[in-house]
């Protein structure tokens, strides 16, 4: 096992390795920028070091600065987390050329299974059902016209280099394929660096389903089952659950077998998951694309398995064989997740940065946290602005709800807004209880909202109200604090230890290692 792991990340999946790596006894060291100088991720290492200024063009991704300081740290490994370098097979290759280890795939297969067109060649080659559409980038608008016109309308625009929704873009008719064509060119440039998009026949009401697998170096291979993500906003995944409402004992095992038989293609070694569009109708499924790395909707699968994904990908990536086998993953109960972000839900999701004033978070039966902020954290305008991923379990899909539905009222944020609102809404809708989801159902949930005139419902202001009062209440108390309390805080905080660039908050003398 490793000896000490640099985690090349931020936030709650930073702190979520970092527990792991305590879990095995290792040494976890973070890098930070300038603008996560007192994140909880720095506060909760062994080390920390600045990787530069806050732009994560200038720290984050910037692969010398973190191949430099990994070397400065003493580490064997590196976790990129999931975001910036994750899916890098450059960041994967300097890391081995740097005699490290990557806590990842090799990069060969990263490359192939990062691009969409290659990834759907493999898919094609395991023998997976795709859904139609081309196999290489188009060449240009004519390309994508005459094109279009063989598959019929509509069709989808995907970005060949990524996902999350950047470079994507539905076209109903030829109409608007010129001006879909060129935003989806230009926005996959601005992404990836990669302007390159293909065409895929659009799938109508689809669920978003994924298979979670987990490959070691020995050659074994095991699939964790599936999860729902099919509601989703911008072609961002909000609402997660594992198992799908809709899925059974053998539809599970088909989808599971072929999403390892696509894996083995690649030799692919580590977490990944394998995404599907699945139709309620014919039961049908296909090949989407492959993420290679851990996937941030990676506790619902936890919480249902029983099984630590991080733990285990740290253990393959030292070499060690996976600590079990198919026939021991069992599915017990079922969990859902919901992606908490600072975003104004009454302003279309518009960021919402600032400084977290009060925060209470959830606890009881059957929830767990993955949260990356404190209260007094600051929310940055450069980064994602996650605060925590909520999940809860339960016996069954609706005690899950039900757990859910209380955790969430008991969630509360002071100083900026957050789309808890949003979500406690969701889990009281109709059709979310009944399992009655796609990718469309944001939207219809949406005009739900809009026909019932959208006005608060008295259970909601009667929380905002409490919630106020609640976090006025604590405000006041620690306005109230006595200045040697204040004192007796300041000192614990400046125990822990950074590397680095110096930080203004703590006016301790640097030794000659360039730690505090």
Known sequence: MFRKILIANRGEIAVRVIRACRDLDVSPVAIYSEADARSLHVRLADEAYCAGPAASAESYLKIK??????????????????????ENAEFARAVSAAGLIFIGPAADAMEVMGSKTSARRAAMAAGAPVVPGTTEALKSLDDARATAATFGYPIMLKASAGGGGK????????????SAFEAAQSEAASAFGNSEVYLEKVVEKPRHIEIQIIADQQGNYVHLGERECSIQRRHQKVIEECPSPINDA?????????????????????????????????????????????????????????????????????GEGLSFTQSDVDWSGH???CRVYAEDPENNFLPSPGRIDFLRIPAGPGIR????????????????PMISK??????????????????LDEYAVGGIKTTLPFFREVVRDEEFIEGRLDTGFITRFNDRRAQRGHPAHNEREARTEQDIAIIAAALAFKHAQSESYGREIRQAESKWRMAGRASSMNKLARDRSGRF
């Open 65 to 86: 600065s973190i191949i430099d300081i990994a070397n400065r740290a003493g580490v064997e490994a590196i976790h990129p987390g999931y975001g910036f370098l994750a």
């Open 167 to 178: 470079g994507m873009r539905q076209v109903a008719n030829e109409s608007e394929l010129r």
């Open 250 to 318: 053998e539809l599970r095992e088909r989808m599971g077998e072929i999403a390892i038989r696509i894996a083995k293609t690649v030799n692919y070694v580590g977490a990944g998951t394998i995404e599907f569009l699945f139709s309620d109708t014919t039961r049908d499924f296909y090949f989407l694309e492959m993420n290679t790395r851990l996937q941030v909707e990676h506790p619902v699968t936890e919480l249902v398995t029983g099984l630590d994904l991080v733990r285990e990908q740290i253990r393959v990536a030292a």
């Open 335 to 337: 969990a859902i997740e």
């Open 369 to 384: 946290d993955d949260g990356g902020v404190t209260e007094g954290d600051e929310v940055s305008i450069y980064y994602d």
């Open 390 to 407: 909520l999940a809860a379990w339960g016996r069954n899909r609706r005690e899950a709800i039900d757990r859910l539905r209380r955790a």
